[in-house]
């Protein structure tokens, strides 16, 4: 529908202009409810003060002097002034027999020659992943692929933290668990992978109770002295101090890299677990460097001077009038913050990749954050900084459940989240008595994952997510399992038949057909509506409209009893492309049965 799209919007451009009116451009788009027609343009409302008209005037004349198109079985005009457009059966027809025909007809080529760097997922070593990066990785895979869907080149990117007081407070807890429990670091990896990575975490809210809450004026000063000593190992600048030789003889730096080890392991299982797989790894570490030369560089007179001291630290100024606030690059001991080595990491990604943009997802609590950062790095390189894009998100809760925050020690594991899941879909099935054990064990992560997958990015982005298990795992209602359930069902319907037969013999389709080839046409363009906007959100909508429009057609069409079997079967299996493509976007994988 984007060529029908555009065809409308060129012809209302020369009806405007033969008006008397230049508007540049006319917007044409699919209505929220199918009832107002398949596409829908404000036009007239547009240009009637211009022409000194009711907007219903306007639009009445624009649709006398439209005239007749193959394509357009009727055009209204409804109050205060749209235009709306109903395609023909003959137009939907021939996209139908394009859709089974061609095995690209979803490919858009619209980004081609441009080169994304999405960034996402970024959790930190020493912490639990919990669900707030399990969401972050979700909305942050179905931008890749909806930009992908584009026909964008994209380099997937995670950036981990792997030095900062999160490490020295873990180190810290480390210590202390170890001689509480009378064991050796070593006697750990005689664990699974899971448990020494949750010993790990319990080690850094042990030391962040210590530290934050308690602040004990001792475990203050340790735990600051082991970021120092981490920090030491790759900042060659930095002053070597008096108890260097003690975090050594404990072998500190071997408990550090071997830990970052076990978690950069342990994330890599959730992310293969999800369908991720990202092109580039950055760690915190390798930035520390490039960030102190960066903001050192621009400060007393040198360079921009864009940073300056302020009580022995060296700070970014903020602006009022921008709602931006005065941030720390390098801390009164000396040491990169956050900031200057996200400066660092934007100009290592450009040197690294040559992108036409980059994209960064976070929670909604880092973006005045990431204000502050992106108008330091306009500072420095404009260019640069008009590449970027900064997506927040909302938290991840459950109901009745409190906001959820690993320094509290209130954290929900993201794979606890998909365990539990999946322990609810293997319920549900046992329950149902359709299947086997193996079939079971063959396909409940994969549901599971499309229920935790498709319940977080039908929300929008920005807004917060109730996870609810019930309403997560149902196959019926809007769900990713009811999804899941809508293609298996036409798979099985086109077990039976030949789905390229001739359209010849069709002259007239009955309501449910039609309805249902009227939102198989909307698919292209509702894809790249959503990856124009990066709005996952928006193809949600439609794939479950389009599941609900199928399961109508479903329940009171006899296909395979139908003299016009080949061709109602075209129209199953027009659902079932679709739908596979857009979940597929999704980053949701499907089953063949349900």
């Known amino acids: 529908m984007i060529k029908l799209k555009q065809k409308i919007s060129e012809k209302?451009?020369?009806?405007?202009?033969?008006?008397?009116?230049?508007?540049?451009?006319?917007?044409?788009?699919?209505?929220?409810?199918s009832k107002h027609g398949d596409l829908t343009s404000n036009i007239a409302m547009?240009?009637?003060?211009?022409?000194?008209?009711?907007?219903?005037?306007?639009?009445?004349?624009?649709?006398?002097?439209?005239?007749?198109?193959?394509?357009?079985?009727?055009?209204?005009?409804?109050?205060?002034?749209?235009?709306?457009?109903?395609?023909?059966e003959s137009y939907l027809l021939t996209m139908l027999q394009e859709i089974n025909n061609r095995d690209d007809y979803f490919k858009l080529d619209i980004k081609q020659k441009e080169k994304f760097v999405i960034e996402y997922s970024d959790p930190n070593p020493f912490k639990i992943f919990h669900i707030g990066h399990l969401y972050t990785n979700m909305v942050g895979e179905s931008f890749a692929r909806l930009v992908e869907s584009l026909g964008g080149s994209v380099v997937r990117a995670n950036y981990q933290g792997d030095v900062g007081l999160h490490v020295a407070k873990t180190l810290w807890?480390?210590?202390?668990?170890?001689?509480?429990?009378?064991?050796?670091?070593?006697?750990?990896?005689?664990?699974?992978?899971?448990?020494?990575?949750?010993?790990?975490?319990?080690?850094?809210m042990l030391g962040f109770k210590i530290y934050d809450d308690e602040k004990d004026d001792v475990v203050i000063r340790e735990i600051k002295m082991l970021n120092y000593y981490i920090f030491s190992l790759y900042i060659s600048s930095l002053e070597r101090k008096d108890f260097f030789d003690e975090y050594e003889s404990k072998g500190i730096?071997?408990?550090?890299?071997?830990?970052?080890?076990?978690?950069?392991?342990?994330?890599?299982?959730?992310?293969?677990?999800?369908?991720?797989?990202?092109?580039?790894?950055?760690?915190?570490?390798?930035?520390?460097?490039?960030?102190?030369?960066?903001?050192?560089?621009?400060?007393?007179?040198?360079?921009?001077?864009i940073f300056k001291e302020s009580q022995g630290a060296v700070i970014y100024e903020g602006d009022e009038s921008k709602g931006l606030h005065t941030r720390v690059f390098i801390n009164s001991e000396g040491l990169p913050t956050y900031e200057a080595k996200d400066l660092a990491l934007a100009f290592k990604k450009l040197e690294d990749i040559s992108f036409d943009e980059s994209v960064i997802i976070t929670a909604d609590e880092q973006s005045s954050y990431f204000k502050v950062v992106l108008d330091a790095l306009s500072q420095l390189k404009p260019?640069?900084?008009?590449?970027?894009?900064?997506?927040?998100?909302?938290?991840?809760?459950?109901?009745?459940?409190?906001?959820?925050?690993?320094?509290?020690?209130?954290?929900?594991?993201?794979?606890?989240?998909?365990?539990?899941?999946?322990?609810?879909v293997e319920d549900t099935m046992k329950a149902s008595g359709k299947w086997s054990e193996d079939e079971i064990a063959g396909v409940s992560d994969t549901i599971a994952i499309a229920a935790v997958k498709y319940s977080f990015v039908k929300v929008s982005v920005g807004k917060d997510v109730?996870?609810?298990?019930?309403?997560?795992?149902?196959?019926?209602?809007?769900?990713?399992?009811?999804?899941?359930?809508?293609?298996?069902?036409?798979?099985?319907?086109?077990?039976?038949?030949?789905?390229?037969?001739?359209?010849?013999?069709?002259?007239?389709?009955?309501?449910?057909?039609k309805e249902l080839s009227r939102v198989i046409g909307k698919y292209e363009t509702v894809l790249l509506s959503s990856a124009l906007n990066y709005s996952p959100s928006t193809l949600c909508t439609y794939l479950f409209d389009l599941g609900q429009a199928f399961n109508s057609f479903y329940q009171n069409v006899r296909v395979l009893d139908s003299d016009n079997k080949e061709f109602l079967l075209s129209v199953v299996n027009g659902t079932a492309k679709s739908m596979k493509h857009g979940l597929n976007v999704l980053g949701i994988k499907v089953v063949e049965r349900m």
């Not at 209302?12 to 409810?33: A, H, N, R, T």
């Open 383 to 424: 260019g640069v900084a008009n590449m970027y894009k900064h997506f927040s998100h909302g938290m991840v809760k459950l109901p009745g459940a409190e906001k959820m925050s690993s320094r509290k020690g209130k954290i929900i594991e993201g794979e606890w989240l998909l365990d539990e899941t999946k322990k609810r």
């Open 253 to 305: 730096k071997e408990m550090y890299m071997l830990g970052k080890e076990w978690c950069l392991e342990y994330f890599d299982g959730i992310f293969e677990r999800t369908y991720t797989k990202f092109d580039k790894y950055y760690l915190e570490s390798q930035m520390c460097d490039s960030a102190m030369k960066i903001v050192n560089q621009n400060m007393n007179g040198m360079g921009k001077d």
């Open 466 to 513: 109730i996870f609810d298990f019930d309403k997560a795992t149902s196959f019926d209602g809007d769900s990713g399992p009811y999804l899941l359930y809508v293609y298996a069902r036409c798979n099985s319907l086109l077990k039976d038949g030949d789905t390229k037969g001739s359209l010849n013999k069709v002259t007239s389709l009955d309501p449910y057909t």
């Open 12 to 33: 209302l451009l020369q009806i405007s202009k033969e008006l008397g009116v230049e508007v540049g451009f006319v917007s044409v788009d699919i209505p929220s409810d």
């Open 173 to 204: 807890g480390l210590l202390k668990m170890l001689k509480d429990d009378g064991i050796e670091f070593k006697e750990l990896e005689s664990r699974s992978l899971v448990d020494r990575v949750r010993y790990l975490g319990d080690a850094y």
């Open 46 to 88: 547009r240009i009637s003060k211009e022409l000194k008209l009711s907007p219903i005037e306007v639009a009445d004349d624009i649709v006398k002097r439209f005239g007749t198109d193959s394509d357009i079985e009727k055009i209204e005009v409804i109050k205060p002034g749209f235009i709306n457009f109903f395609v023909s």
